[in-house]
Nanobody, 119 residues
Framework: VQLQASGGGLVQAGGSLRLSCAAS????????WGWFRQAPGKERDFVAA????????NYADSVKGRFTISRDNAKNTVSLQMNSLKPEDTAVYYC?????????????WGQGTQVTVSS
């Protein structure tokens, strides 16, 4: 099972990016998806999550109102739309998947995609 994150890049403050994460080698309809990020010299932080059903979403306070997580079960993908980006959003972003009945156990991780926001 592999998760492949993509969509990172360099953007000016106030701009937008859309990250995607594709799963292969398995079906993730019964998995919760999450996005995390790690800035240089800092710990990895939670960004957003979406439940296995797609009904429930959660966001870190720092991204509420700017980021939107969504999933497409037919395509085994999850996306993170990031708007109004700020320099402090600069980090490597990771997607991850947790089983339905163990929502805090992110068993699968993508390789990360770099997001750089210039001021």
């Amino acid at each position: 099972v592999q998760l492949q994150a993509s969509g990172g890049g360099l953007v000016q403050a106030g701009g937008s990016l859309r990250l995607s994460c594709a799963a292969s080698g398995g079906t993730f309809t019964n998995y919760h998806w999450g996005w995390f990020r790690q800035a240089p010299g800092k710990e990895r932080d939670f960004v957003a999550a979406i439940s296995w059903s797609g009904v429930t979403t959660n966001y870190a306070d720092s991204v509420k109102g700017r980021f939107t997580i969504s999933r497409d079960n037919a395509k085994n993908t999850v996306s993170l739309q990031m708007n109004s980006l700020k320099p402090e959003d600069t980090a490597v972003y990771y997607c991850a998947a947790a089983p339905r009945y163990r929502p805090r156990d992110y068993d699968y991780w993508g390789q990360g995609t770099q997001v750089t926001v210039s001021s």
